[in-house]
Each structure stands twice: as structure tokens, then as C-alpha cells.
């Protein structure tokens, strides 16, 4: 039936925008509104902008053209046209606009699949009859314009004309141009110039060719990235997480929230972006998940990330396919749980090293952040590939990318809260998204309202050690904190979490 969880969860449709309050908003404290930062999992191939404005652009203009055209040469628009000596220029504009209508009442004529090919036929002369009785476009007309065009008397005025109209265009059209052109420049400004409408479409052709220069790179180097981001690329010895057995059985873990105003100015302070300080927070407590239980920690933790937006997580089936957000690719992520030349544990260091895996791996993987949507909403690896071979290689991606972690958070920074049908106001919400294959562990980093928090869900093997995860997200939160020096507050979820003892500070 195409239940979203709005439906389950029976929520109150969302109200207009002018209806919307933010948390702690009233008419007389309004909040000022936020610009949105996107998440660094999100769109790492930018959308084209000019082609489409382009292929716009040439098709207004086309379509313009074309009216003016039909507008002087057809006769259904323009009797005139018959009532003057026939020629070859509008012998041939007729021929043209004769044939486009053939072809496009042709197009929308209801051919039935069973017809046969002498049916076919039968209306295809029909509807030429019909398109040339109308304009008078018969075989007699178009001899009678090739003998009238080729008459001496006819081409010497041909000749005399096209004479006159080069020495009226040079002598007196094109200084006159200019003179305009400067007029309009000067008094006017230059938006009102021809040469300036020339230099916007010339621009736009240079941002639509740089554009399609991107594509073609992408799609020819994706091949090659593609094979060595996914099987050919070496992080160490494998983890504790890739060889564990599963059995198949979940149990799930989640952290206390923590306010979304601690990790925007844990951002503002470190230059880096939310997502960053919470995909470094979950770094961190991976890490001190190997440790704690006595795993070799290595250098990496491979990870698919995605991001999925609230709006298309909480969608409901009345709302329309176009309002609602479109969900996110994959990004493969090695989530350093080991710093090349630092220290482990500083937390600046590692914010820096999941900046610079984060943008090495949005300028890397376009392709397979699009080719992963694709198969993500439409199925595309099993529909190119046998369904045995398919499971394969799934089975081997999961086992290499054993961590899955996924960002839920709204696409704007409305800190809003959803309501029920009957108005209470949903206060939380938690989400899960379950392990495949052989992903032992999904980590699901839950935006709502003005709090986020770290939800785990695993195999039933890695209970009860799972919920070390979730705990050590909040210390991490905490360190980061300090690091940057943020004050703490009594209102603050990590006031429970004890503190490290020292830790460097940011610079």
C-alpha cells in the first residue's frame, strides 16, 4: 500500500510554512532563520546548472523561430503566401512545414499494433493527401516555383536584390547597429545591448561544455575508480567486525541525546561541518570499542555512509512523490581508527583526518555515489547482473564493508517536531536501519528536533559489547568539546559522561 512510517505512526499532515514554529519560538522571541548546511554525504556530484538552462534556452528559442516561420510561409496562417508569384524559397518553407505536420499527425494518430503494413500505408498517404490539399503543396506548385525562379528575368532581380541588400546592410544597417549598441551602453546600460545577450550565451555555452567536460571525466574514470575504491584498495590486516560469525539475530543500542547547539559550536570552532564532528565522534567510538574488549585496533574501519533525509523518512502517503526529498547515494568511508603521525587520542586529529577522507572521497566517488542510488531505488545491480553473481558480490562488499553508518537529519535547520493526528507532540524518534548480508554493524546518527543521538544495531554475537558504541559517542562528544573549548552547560546530556583528564587544545 505504500506506507510511509507518517502513516504508521498516524502524524498530523505538516502544516504550511507560515504555520511553523521552532523550538522555544514565539511572537515574541521569533527565531531568525538559518541557513542550511548540507551534510558532507550528501550530492557529492553537483547537478548540472547550465545544461539544462541551456537546452531550455535553445528550445524557447527553436520554438519562437519556428512560430515566426509558420507565421510568414504557411498559408493556414498567412493566405498571402498563395496569392503571390510562387518561388523556390517558399516552395521549399512550405515543404518543410507540410512535412512537419505529416510527422506529427502521424505521431498522434492511435496505429493500432495489429495493423498490417498495408493499413499502415493506407494512412500514411492519407494524411499526406490531407496536409497537402490544405496548404496547396502539390507536385504542379512546386514545378510551377522551380520554373518561375529560374526565369532570366527573375534571377536578374534575384541578383539585383541580393546586390542591393549587401550595400543597404554595410553601408547603412551596421554603422547604425553600432551606433545603437553604444547608445544602449552608454545611456542605458549594457543588459540592454545586443552584444551583451551575445556574451550571456556565450557563457553559458562555456559553463554547459565545462559541465559536460565533468560528466564525460566521471564516466570514463569511473571504471577504474570504481574496481580499486571497492576490491583493490588495502586498509590493513582485517578487523575484529569483518571476521565475526553472525547468527543472524539483531539487538540494538542507542545514546542519550545530545543538543545540536554543542555540535554547531564544536563546528564553528574546528572549521568543519556537523556530520564531520559526529562521523569523527562515531570514529572515535569505534575505537574505543577494540580497545576496551582487547581487539586489535586497526588502522581503518571501511564503511558505506549515507545520508537520508527526515522529510523522506517521515513521509506519509498522502504527501506527493515530488514534495518529498530524494534519498542519498553511497560513500565509502575508511573511518580512521588509527591517526598516520598523531595521536590516537586527540580528537583534533582525528577531526581532521575524517575531513580530509571526506572530501578525498566526495572528489573520488560520484559515480559510485549515483550508480549506488540507482541500485538503491531502482534495483540496478540485479537487474544488470545474474541474480547468483549478484549475491556474490554483494556477499563480498559487505564482508569488506562490514560497518554501515547512516546520517537521518532534515535537509533545512528547522528544528521542528513533528505532531499526531490528535496533537501530542512527537518528543523522539529513533531509527534503525538493519544490517544486509554480512554488515555486522549499523550505525544510524538520528537528527530531530534539536537534539541528535547514536542509534547501534548489530548481530546478536556482538551483544552486550554494542552498547559500548553508543556510550563512548557521547565521550567523544564530550572531548571534542573540550578540545574546542566549549563551556559546559547544566542543561547538557554529556554532564553525565565523565571527562578525560587532559586533552590538547584545538588551535
Given amino acids: 500500500d505504500r506506507l510511509g512510517l507518517g502513516d504508521l505512526f498516524m502524524m498530523e499532515p505538516e502544516r504550511p510554512t507560515i504555520w511553523k514554529r521552532r523550538l522555544g519560538e514565539d511572537d515574541e522571541n521569533p527565531v531568525v532563520n538559518l541557513q542550511p548546511i548540507p551534510s558532507p554525504l550528501e550530492n557529492p556530484f553537483p547537478p548540472p546548472v547550465a545544461i539544462p538552462k541551456l537546452c531550455t534556452t535553445i528550445e524557447e528559442t527553436i520554438i519562437a523561430c519556428w512560430n515566426r516561420f509558420i507565421l510568414t510561409f504557411d498559408p493556414l496562417e498567412n493566405p498571402h503566401v498563395l496569392k503571390a508569384p510562387p518561388n523556390l524559397r517558399e516552395a521549399a518553407a512550405m515543404l518543410l512545414i507540410t512535412t512537419v505536420a505529416i510527422f ?3 505521431l498522434v494518430a492511435r496505429v493500432s499494433k495489429n495493423d498490417t503494413v498495408m493499413a499502415r ?3 500514411l498517404l492519407s494524411v499526406i493527401q490531407i496536409e497537402s490539399e490544405k496548404r496547396q503543396c502539390t507536385p504542379q506548385y512546386i514545378m510551377h516555383s522551380i520554373i518561375n525562379t529560374l526565369h532570366p528575368l527573375n534571377m536578374i532581380l534575384s541578383i539585383f536584390y541580393l546586390g542591393w541588400w549587401f550595400l543597404v546592410t554595410f553601408s547603412f544597417k551596421l554603422p547604425l547597429l553600432v551606433l545603437l549598441e553604444m547608445k544602449g551602453l552608454c545611456m542605458k546600460g549594457k543588459t540592454s545591448t545586443f552584444v551583451h545577450l551575445v556574451c550571456l550565451y556565450c557563457a553559458l555555452m562555456y559553463d554547459a561544455a565545462r559541465e ?3 560528466m564525460l571525466r566521471i564516466l570514463f574514470t569511473a571504471p577504474r575508480i570504481l574496481f580499486e575504491d571497492l576490491f583493490m584498495t588495502r586498509r590493513g590486516a582485517k578487523h575484529q567486525l569483518q571476521t565475526v560469525s553472525l547468527c543472524g ?7 542519550e541525546p545530545v543538543q545540536l547547539d554543542l555540535v554547531r559550536r564544536i563546528a564553528s570552532a574546528t572549521e568543519a561541518t556537523p556530520s564531520e564532528v559526529l562521523i569523527s565522534a562515531v570514529t572515535g567510538a569505534l575505537r574505543e570499542y577494540f580497545r576496551q574488549f582487547g581487539f586489535p585496533v586497526p588502522d581503518s574501519v571501511l564503511c558505506t555512509a549515507r545520508f537520508f533525509p527526515l522529510e523522506s523518512l517521515l513521509t506519509s502517503k498522502s504527501c506527493p512523490a515530488d514534495c518529498t526529498p530524494q534519498r542519498g547515494g553511497l560513500l565509502c568511508l575508511p573511518l580512521p581508527t588509527k591517526i598516520p603521525r598523531g595521536d590516537d587520542n586527540d580528537p583534533a586529529e582525528g577531526l581532521k583526518a575524517i575531513q580530509r577522507i571526506v572530501s578525498q572521497a566526495r572528489g ?7 550508480a549506488s542510488q540507482w541500485h538503491l531505488d531502482g534495483g540496478l545491480l540485479t537487474k544488470l547482473m545474474p541474480s547468483l553473481l549478484a549475491r556474490l558480490l554483494l556477499n563480498h562488499l559487505t564482508r569488506r564493508y562490514a560497518v554501515m553508518l547512516t546520517e537521518v537529519a532534515p535537509q533545512s535547520r528547522d528544528e521542528l517536531r513533528r505532531n499526531l493526528v ?5 518528543e523522539n524518534i529513533m531509527y534503525w536501519r538493519p544490517p544486509q548480508a554480512n554488515i555486522c554493524l549499523s550505525l544510524t546518527i538520528m537528527n530531530y528536533g534539536d537534539t541528535v543521538r547514536l542509534g547501534v544495531m548489530s548481530d546478536a554475537l556482538l551483544s552486550p559489547q554494542h552498547s559500548v558504541i553508543a556510550t563512548g559517542f557521547l565521550q567523544q562528544l564530550s572531548d571534542l ?3 574546542a573549548g566549549i563551556p559546559r552547560e547544566r542543561s547538557n546530556s554529556l554532564d553525565s559522561i565523565p571527562q578525560s583528564p587532559a586533552l590538547p587544545t584545538l588551535r
Fill in 104 to 106: 506529427r499527425n502521424l
Fill in 121 to 123: 500505408l493506407i494512412t
Fill in 212 to 214: 559536460m567536460w565533468l
Fill in 249 to 255: 539475530r539483531k539487538v540494538v543500542a542507542w545514546s
Fill in 364 to 370: 573520488r566517488q560520484p559515480a559510485l555515489y549515483l
Fill in 422 to 426: 490528535w496533537g501530542q507532540e512527537i
Fill in 481 to 483: 568539546a573540550k578540545c
